[in-house]
């Protein structure tokens, strides 16, 4: 094992844990996740000397987002090992016994919601407060939106009560809200939810109560911060407790003693799953004594008294209809199935991937194959198994042109995928690219999603890259749907995007190999356009990290003469293509920055100013923020900033210093 394999893993948790908590959209599932994690806490094990403060070993994942003011817990809010395999749960049991070094003991299985984590406060019986986990020590107070859940008591009518009550649970999507939610992003060409989780989770970080209101929500109770009032001595005490106090609780609790009892408890919730108008992704076992709980305590964010049991990912029968190929924004073509419409995880799926040849192969599947379906990561399904091969049933043969282009289609010896080599004139691979320019990884335009692109393009106003920026107000006017607001809003978005760096651009033009590693690399050394059209293969092997294989295609495409007139057009368009140049300025040097509010120019911009003299620009707050920039309006930030003691400044009194 090599150290940058060791880094490289860092990032790439770190990257998940962000689409995950911050973005809503994971590429992964919680397995696959875990899967890494473990990996990378036994290479650390091999080299402890590698271990950085950075890694997720070290560090809660953060999951704060800064819109919402934060507020210190009460007590820690922890998270759950997760364990998969009954072996897992009998050495979890083992481990109790171990700690407490007595007899058997009882266990309380609940089910485990899919949602997101919260806490409220009752003062009086009352709600007065409640926040989300954020990172188990601090939250986002998010009262407003809670209040906005039907199932949640506002006010309990209990004589004994105590005066101040603190209650967890978990907030979730029920199925039938979370198919209505999709539908009508769907209508609205908007990109969908991937799971009800992520639309719990994004919903409650709304600003606007009244749109978390019709988002359908619910809330399930099943923890209380200990009080003299309240008389409970077990877990499975303090679930009729909260029911009969009046919060909604979980269903399917059960108390069990041994392995065997837990299993069969288990093996029941698994079948009533798809029946559940919710999503549950396990079983949560604790420790039912809860003064043996205190006993216990926690290691860092996990209780030793608690694990999960996950349940595998959701599968599905379906039949195979048919097997297609799309064409990917570099030529790849992949093999997708159409299926016999089925449901599943709250969704319906027609589609499924099928990866490449080797994986068609390996399944041995054929066209009428019944086949055993799971969404990976709860994102895209795919085939796991041939459950019957259907009688006359043909295998796939490959096309041996691109569907989009007919051009023949090639194969390359040292890959799996095959290729559609047609790279300029294929109109896949154009609109891939498109898309791809101005998605969220290119100059990531707002506004601009498939449906858009695709009413743009077929209204005749885009078909290259360049055709974005010249597009005008009646132009996007046209496009089903769009008032005079959303017309505005799509011509900032696209304004702002002429002024992203060159490195950006290069990256957003979607020329195979070249990530925005290379693509950085590249425009440090060469500030333009024009300078590329100059040069050799051999000069990009100056670049770090260039080998032949990058050269030639970096050397193929700027050398185009078709590519070249694109390019120009981009400039005449108004794209600006500073890459930032260092301007050392001993004020920013090393420095950290956070910016709240509205300043008088995109942060995209200000950032950039500040990079530009070597300082760092992070969306976080910290005790570790040297200082906070203040626009209009500023949100919980600035409470933040002021409690760590981080400086403050004005726009103005940071452009004086510039
Ligand atoms: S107990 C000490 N019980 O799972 C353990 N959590 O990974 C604290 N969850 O953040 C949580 N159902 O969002 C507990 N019956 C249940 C649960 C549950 C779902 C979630 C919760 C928590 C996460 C832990």
């Known amino acids: 094992m090599k150290k940058e394999n060791y880094l490289r893993l860092v990032d790439e948790l770190w990257r998940h844990n962000r689409l995950y908590y911050i973005e809503n959209q994971p590429e992964i599932s919680d397995e696959v996740f875990d899967q890494l994690l473990k990996k990378l806490e036994s290479i650390e094990k091999e080299h402890p000397d590698w271990i950085t403060p950075d890694s997720p070993t070290q560090r809660v994942m953060e999951a704060l987002v800064g819109n919402f003011p934060v507020i210190q817990h009460a007590k820690p809010m922890l998270s759950l090992p997760n364990t998969y395999s009954r072996e897992e749960v009998e050495a979890f049991i083992e481990r109790v016994k171990k700690g407490l070094g007595k007899g058997s003991h009882d266990f309380c299985c609940e089910i485990k919601m899919d949602g997101v984590a919260f806490t409220a406060r009752y003062e009086k019986g ?184 996950k349940f595998h990912a959701e599968q599905a029968k379906s039949r195979i209809l048919d097997i297609r190929v799309n064409v990917g924004r570099t030529g790849v073509l992949t093999p997708v199935a159409d299926l016999e419409p089925v449901f599943l995880a709250g969704s319906t799926i027609a589609r499924a991937s099928l990866h490449n040849r080797e994986e068609i192969e390996r399944l041995d599947v054929r066209i009428g194959d019944e086949v055993l379906i799971e969404k990976g990561g709860d994102v895209i399904p795919k085939v796991v198994e041939v459950v019957s091969h259907a009688e006359g049933g043909h295998p796939w043969v490959p096309p041996t042109h691109c569907p989009s282009c007919g051009t023949e289609i090639v194969e390359l010896p040292e890959e799996v995928a095959i290729r559609c080599p047609n790279i300029e004139g294929c109109p896949e691979q154009r609109f891939r690219r498109l898309l791809f320019f101005v998605s969220k990884q290119g100059l990531d335009i707002d506004g601009l999603g498939e449906k858009v692109m695709e009413k743009l393009i077929q209204l005749g106003f885009v078909k290259e890259p360049a055709d974005v920026f010249a597009l005008t107000r009646e132009q996007i006017g046209q496009i089903e749907g769009f008032k005079e607001k959303s017309v505005q809003n799509l011509l900032n978005a696209i304004s702002a995007a002429k002024n992203a760096p060159f490195s950006r651009i290069l990256h957003a033009l979607g020329i195979r190999h070249v990530g925005i590693a290379t693509a950085e690399a590249i425009a440090q050394k060469w500030k333009d356009f024009d300078s590329l059209f100059r040069l050799e293969m051999g000069d990009y092997f100056a670049v770090e990290g260039v080998g032949e294989k990058v050269a030639e295609t970096l050397f193929a495409y700027f050398s185009h003469p078709k590519n070249q007139i694109e390019i120009r057009r981009l400039i005449t368009n108004g794209l600006n293509l500073q890459e930032r140049v260092l301007i050392e300025n001993p004020f920013f040097k090393g420095k950290s920055f956070v910016i709240t509010g509205t300043l008088s120019m995109p942060r995209e911009q200000m950032a950039d100013l500040l990079q530009s003299r070597g300082g760092k620009v992070s969306e976080s707050l910290s005790k570790k923020t040297d200082f906070l920039i203040l626009g209009e309006n500023a949100g919980s930030k600035l409470d933040k900033a002021k409690r760590f003691g981080v400086s403050i400044l004005t726009e103005q009194e940071i452009l004086n210093k510039i």
Request: contains cysteine; hydrophobic residues 40%; aromatic residues 8%.
């Open 126 to 309: 009352r709600f007065v407060l409640g926040a989300t986990r954020g990172n188990g020590k601090e939250g986002d107070e998010i009262t407003h939106n809670l209040r906005m859940i039907q199932n949640l008591p506002i006010q309990l009518h209990s004589d004994d009560l105590p005066d101040l009550l603190e209650v967890r649970g978990e907030v979730y999507m029920p199925k039938k809200a979370f198919e209505r939610l999709n539908a009508e992003k769907k209508r609205e060409g908007e990109p969908l939810w991937a799971n009800p989780r992520n639309a719990a989770s994004g919903s409650l970080k709304l600003l606007d109560p009244k749109e978390v209101a019709k988002r359908g929500l619910e809330v399930g109770f099943y923890s209380v911060l200990p009080h003299p009032k309240i008389p409970c001595k077990t877990q499975g005490e303090v679930q009729a407790w909260l029911k009969k106090i009046g919060f909604p609780t979980l269903p399917f609790v059960e108390v069990a003693a041994t392995t065997d009892a837990i299993f069969a408890h288990i093996e029941r919730i698994e079948k009533e799953r798809p029946l559940l108008p919710f999503e549950i992704d396990g079983v949560v076992i604790k420790l039912n004594s809860l003064q043996d709980q205190e006993e216990l305590g926690a290691a860092g964010k996990n209780p030793r008294w608690a694990v999960a049991y």
